[in-house]
């Protein structure tokens, strides 16, 4: 059996038909559109008429990169008809999530007409219901979990209501969607926006949210759009350069920037203001710095308890970086956590975020917790609430018993064994052309048995294992030194990738040793 057809039965593809389905040029005919879909039709024959009137047009977002992404998509879809819409991304310290109820008045004051909300609104019945007591009309594009009452939009293209697909998408992937109707024609770099919302907002890659991942990449290469390659040092884009270097820089901007510049990532990536693309792009590099350093920081300062089955811990932090240090929490021993921080908006509440693995849903815990919640909304994986600071000891206790009877659990991705003569470009094509991954569709990883150390060569006086192996093949690991490898042989699992340090393209193989 060829390598592609192994590696298929180990990626748990199992018939000719879903192998040739999943190797197949990806094309946007693959994906299911909604331009007929009625609430798309109301939304957009609601733009068109505010846009005839010459009504003000605000479009709403979020201070994540998926709601910087929807916003974005929506306000280049204003820029192509030649209509001067406004934006808004409201700030996490003095704004908060969603559109708030003194927002909706000042927007109200302002004399908007129409109100577009993306990548939150569903769950603002207050506020939607007052815009309208004013005559202003709302279109709403969410994902979001659905309230129990929807609020009084004129449209809510929302993919449950849509029930689109077999897999949740990101918000800017539906605007994406949306721009087909209210353009009437596909614009490339648009559906790129939305599919780095799909990775940003760990959305399954799977069905047709993978086929628009492996499409924006394409169309990324092809391209080159300035927005996406100037904050990469990479020539060679792909969705690990999107996860761990393109998305990160744009998240630092929500969680740590709390005034209102935060909108120049709106005003980059719509193509607004071009000349300053590249002081945009440098901001926030800097910004993205100043994350990495504070969270290292308040992370070290965490004291969690192991014998606990999940960690819910008030922090002297920012709120920007409590979703920062809630993730690097639960990965140091893969326990559903919480991490709260005194409210700047309210000092009477905890606002809080929280991050899980497999088996623990943090958007079921919030259901099941929702006495003791102000305000919340989320993900299976990740959420956000604000709590009273006096139900904290309850809420607390109530998690932590969530938790010990739904155990999370780390998928360990099972290695698929391959020989040192399968390292080549032939296997990087095979597991390229199975790809793209990422959530719940995880990037191979392949164990390589008994390889000789005394031809291991190292580098940083043997700290760090880098073997070349011929035909621009290297072995290399930033973990495992001279010092790891005592015996005369050694198991590692390694992954493959292109590097393309100074111009010059390798395959790396990164490794990790196997311990016994």
């Known amino acids: 059996m060829d390598f592609l057809h192994r590696l298929s039965k180990h990626l748990g593809i199992e018939s000719e038909e879903e192998l040739a389905r999943m190797t197949r040029e990806p094309s946007f005919d693959f994906i299911p559109r909604i331009d007929e879909e009625p609430a798309v039709k109301t939304a957009v024959g609601m733009i068109r008429r505010a846009m005839s009137e010459r009504r003000k047009i605000l479009v709403y977002g979020d201070y994540d990169t998926d709601g910087f992404m929807a916003t974005s998509i929506i306000v280049r879809c204003f820029h192509k008809l030649h209509y001067g819409a406004s934006f808004y991304i409201p700030t996490r310290a003095k704004d908060g999530y969603g559109l708030t109820l003194e927002n909706a008045k000042k927007i109200a004051s302002a004399g908007y007409g129409l109100v577009i909300l993306v990548d939150n609104g569903v769950t603002c019945l207050d506020q939607v219901s007052y815009l309208l007591s004013r005559g202003i009309e709302t279109i709403i594009i969410d994902h979001h979990d659905l309230p129990a009452s929807l609020p009084p939009a004129g449209a809510i293209v929302h993919d449950k209501l849509l029930q689109y697909g077999d897999y949740p998408v990101s918000a800017g992937y539906l605007c994406a969607l949306f721009s087909l109707a209210l353009l009437g024609e596909k614009d490339d770099y648009l559906l790129t926006l939305g599919a780095i919302s799909l990775v940003s907002d760990l959305m ?292 493959f990738s292109l590097n393309d340090y100074r111009g010059e393209v390798t395959l790396c193989l990164y490794a990790e040793k196997v311990e016994e």
Not at 275 to 298: D, F, P, Y
Not at 318 to 344: R, Y
Not at 435 to 445: I, K
């Open 204 to 495: 399954p890659i799977r069905s047709h949210n993978r086929t628009l991942l492996a499409l924006a990449l394409r169309y990324i290469r092809a391209n080159r759009y300035p927005e996406i390659m100037m904050l990469t040092t990479h020539m060679l884009v792909d969705e690990k350069t999107l996860g761990m270097e393109i998305i990160p820089k744009i998240n630092a901007i929500g969680r740590l920037v709390e005034d209102h510049s935060c909108q120049r990532v709106v005003h980059y990536f719509a193509d607004i203001e071009s000349a300053k693309k590249a002081e945009i792009a440098a901001w926030m590099g800097k910004v993205n710095e100043l994350r990495k350093t504070a969270t290292a920081e308040a992370a070290s300062k965490i004291k969690i308890d192991p014998s606990c089955p999940a960690n819910v811990i008030v922090a002297n932090i920012s709120e920007g970086l409590n979703g920062l240090v809630a993730n690097n929490v639960m990965h140091t021993n893969m326990k559903p956590t919480v991490i709260f921080t005194t409210s700047q908006k309210d000092p009477s509440c905890y606002i809080g975020s929280a991050r899980s693995s497999d088996g623990f849903d943090i958007t079921e815990a919030f259901k099941a917790l929702r006495p003791y919640i102000v305000q919340s909304g989320g993900h299976p994986r990740a959420g956000g609430l604000t709590i009273k600071k006096e139900d904290y000891p309850v809420f607390r206790e109530e998690f932590i018993r969530l938790a010990s009877k739904n155990i999370a659990k780390k998928k360990e991705a099972k290695a698929m064994e391959i020989d040192l003569s399968e390292c080549n470009m032939e296997s990087f094509r095979a597991i390229r052309a199975l790809g793209p991954y990422g959530m719940d569709y995880p990037e191979p990883v392949f164990r390589l048995n008994n390889l000789r150390t005394d031809t291991f060569q190292y580098v940083r006086d043997g700290e760090r294992l880098s073997t070349p192996l011929g035909n621009k093949v290297k072995l290399f690991s930033f973990h495992n030194g001279k010092s790891d490898f005592d015996g005369p042989y050694a198991n590692l699992d390694v992954k």
